[in-house]
């Protein structure tokens, strides 16, 4: 059976102090929530995780929000997989859209960064979604096969059975605009059926995939409650500790 996740982006929000706080807040909040197939994460900024992943326990488990794709070197400024891995994380965003469109990353550069990942014994979150653009023109369904064949889909099937999906429309993110709960499904079917036609059936129907894009306590149950939807990546309802942990509790009710 699927994992149902939810998990936080922070994105560069929160000093150390006010992370702390604020996640100290949400353990306390989902403490004994989460059922047996459900997971809460939160992905924080590098100056957090070591302090989180401790603070965390078994309630909440920690992800970064990209990595390097070298193991290490002469690489000034960036943090590698076995370094966010050292510090007891489990989880890293690789591919977000505010990567890909500030930082040019690219789906060969995410497929180096997926596979660093998993030799770390990290789960890659890998982010797909379309912009405006995209969606108003009908190109969308072709972007994100795109991007799933040059990002994930060269891995080996034992390697993609590692990964998390999250679909999040360019367009929804920050911008109070979510997918409708039929738009966002039809496009998990899609991408269901895609890894169906790449690793057959059985890996399709264990892969879990989240929706992003102004997700927040009002819209997350009728998401969630869509066959294709097995929870959400959050943005800036993860900031709140009661809208995040009202979230994680839409599993329960
Ligand atoms: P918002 O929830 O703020 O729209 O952000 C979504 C997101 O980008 C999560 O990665």
Known sequence: MRKKIVAGNWKMNLDYAEGVSLFSEIVNMIRDEQKGTQVAV????????????????????????????????????????????????????????????????????????????????????FCIGETLDERNNGSYFDVIKSQLTHGVFALSAADFAKVVLAYEPVWAIGTGLTASSAQAQEVHAFIRNEIAVQYGAEVAENTSILYGGSCNPKNAAELFAQNDIDGGLIGGASLKSRDFADIVKTFNS
């Open 42 to 125: 939160i992905c924080a900024p590098y100056i957090h995780l070591n302090s989180l992943a401790k603070l965390g326990g078994t309630t909440v488990k920690i992800g970064a929000q990209n990595c390097h794709q070298n193991e290490s070197g002469a690489f000034t400024g960036e943090i590698s997989a076995k370094m966010i891995q050292s510090v007891g994380c489990e989880y890293v965003i690789i591919g977000h859209s505010e990567r890909r469109q500030y930082f040019a990353e690219s789906d060969a550069l995410l497929l180096e960064k997926t596979n660093i990942a998993l030799k770390n014994n990290l789960t890659p979150i």
